[in-house]
């Protein structure tokens, strides 16, 4: 009844009108990726309204990427500006709701039908880049914060909202928290999942690969060695090491095609139409399943590598090099039977009326 109660009075002290208009406020600042510093002026400032005590710090992106946990990160940045505000003291229990404001670029502008950064509402809906992904979810956060604030609940230990950065291109921002101390029992992550809880998720590996050819006149092809073919032997042994990584997926993941993908998303090879390439670079990310460790990934695709070498006469003599770049996730997996996970289902269904999808 008492628990009743104190969540009654934190919802009636929600402003949802309020919550909107921070979601507008937030889209309506660029935030590319690299350029998060105005609009993360703009959170720490809203967190500072809503009572927080407040947090704003500049990451040493050097000392970061020195550290052996780095996850890397695939856009080089000079800067990492981070916002968390915290409600509450030290005490039972504490909790973390992250969000992030880099968003990726606009492209096409002439495809949109307004500017990316207008934050217009339509039929409902909120348009503008980072509107979804994820500025609405880091909005959200505020909001709740600001409620708990205003109904003057005292808290048995901390919430705190995390601002962070470079969520698009490694997760420098989430890794910057930690290490400056940030830590929590548990942490909601607010990116848009259409209301789904997601108990796990798959792990990615960025790499780089560079095959050697060798150079001829594309009117004597034959006397060249075409770093493009010798790619194409690579790339059917990677699609075989994508099947054996695919072989038992996760239940939760089972329902997908390919549950952990390996995609080459660059490729550049040759510096001219008529001349047999001798060289070729390529770059993509390999998926980590649910419950295998970063590290096996990686020996199984060196192994995949070394076998596809040693078949083939030019290969052996001239082995592909490949190196690990960008972002290097590992899978996690969080056990849906902890009371954190069942209080959030539970107030799902209660709010809905349905049973949350995982």
Request: glycine share 8%.
């Amino acid at each position: 009844m008492i628990a009743e109660r104190a969540e009654s009075r934190a919802l009636q002290s929600l402003d949802t009108d309020a919550c909107i208009r921070l979601a507008q406020d937030l889209v309506r600042v660029p935030s590319i990726t690299g350029n998060e510093r105005a609009v993360q002026d703009l959170v720490a400032l809203m967190l500072e309204e809503a009572g927080l005590e407040v947090d704003r710090f500049e990451a040493d992106v050097d000392l970061l990427k020195a550290h052996p946990r780095f996850p890397g990160m695939e856009v080089e940045r000079t800067e990492a500006v981070l916002v968390a505000g915290t409600l509450g003291q030290k005490g039972e229990r504490s909790l973390i709701l992250n969000g992030h404001v880099d968003v990726v670029p606009v492209g096409d502008r002439q495809a949109w039908q307004a500017s990316p950064w207008s934050a217009h509402i339509q039929a409902g809906r909120l348009y503008g880049r980072g509107a979804c992904d994820m500025k609405a979810g880091l909005a959200v956060a505020i909001s709740a914060a600001a409620a708990l604030k205003k109904c003057g609940l005292p808290l048995r230990g901390r919430l705190i909202v995390q601002s962070v950065v470079g969520e698009e291109d490694g997760g420098i921002g989430s890794f910057a928290m930690a290490q400056r101390g940030y830590r929590a029992d548990a942490a909601f992550v607010l990116e848009p999942t259409r209301l789904r809880i997601i108990p796990a998720q798959a792990g990615a590996l960025s790499f780089r690969l560079r095959i050697r050819g060798q150079s001829a006149h594309a009117s004597v092809r034959y006397e060249g060695i075409s770093a493009i073919e010798k790619f194409e032997l690579v790339e059917a042994r990677l699609r075989q090491l994508e099947r054996a990584l695919n072989q038992e997926p996760h239940p939760l993941f089972r329902h997908y095609p390919i549950a952990y993908p390996l995609s080459i998303g660059r490729l550049r090879a040759g510096s001219w139409l008529s001349t047999v390439p001798d060289e070729l670079e390529c770059e993509g990310r390999v998926g980590v399943p649910v419950g295998m460790a970063s590290g096996k990934v990686r020996r199984q695709f060196a192994d995949a590598i070394a076998d596809v070498a040693q078949r083939d006469p030019w290969l052996s003599e001239h082995p592909p090099r490949f190196e690990w770049t960008g972002g290097q996730f590992d899978a996690v997996e969080v056990d849906p039977g902890l009371p954190v996970f069942m209080a959030l289902k539970a107030a799902h269904a209660e709010e809905f009326g349905v049973e949350p999808e995982l």
